[in-house]
Structures are given as structure tokens and as C-alpha cells.
């Protein structure tokens, strides 16, 4: 909520506006790119 809102008001006049329809969805996969496991997630450790 927050970050969609400070990205509509610092990005939106560079993109045009109407970022608030799609703004979520691209901070969901970036964080997913940078965090697959989740914000919580453990390492997954395999013994050989």
C-alpha cells in the first residue's frame, strides 16, 4: 500500500500516471526475484 502509493506519486509523472493498476504487481515480482523462498524462508541445506 505505502509503496504503491510513494511509486505513484514519485513515478508517475515519469511514466505518465495510472501506475497504481500495475505497480503491485511488478514490487511482487521483483521481490520474487530477489527473494524466491519468501521474506521468511529458509535455506534449504542438502547433505550429501
Known amino acids: 500500500g ?3 502509493k ?6 508517475g509523472p515519469l511514466v ?5 493498476n500495475w ?3 511488478v514490487v511482487a ?3 520474487l526475484l530477489f527473494r524466491p523462498q519468501g ?7 542438502e547433505r550429501v
Request: hydrophobic content about 55%; glycine content about 18%.
Open 39 to 45: 521474506l521468511f524462508g529458509e535455506k534449504i541445506i
Open 29 to 31: 515480482l521483483v521481490f
Open 6 to 11: 510513494l511509486g505513484e506519486v514519485y513515478w
Open 16 to 20: 505518465g500516471g495510472a501506475i497504481e
Open 2 to 4: 505505502v509503496g504503491e
Open 23 to 25: 505497480f503491485a504487481y
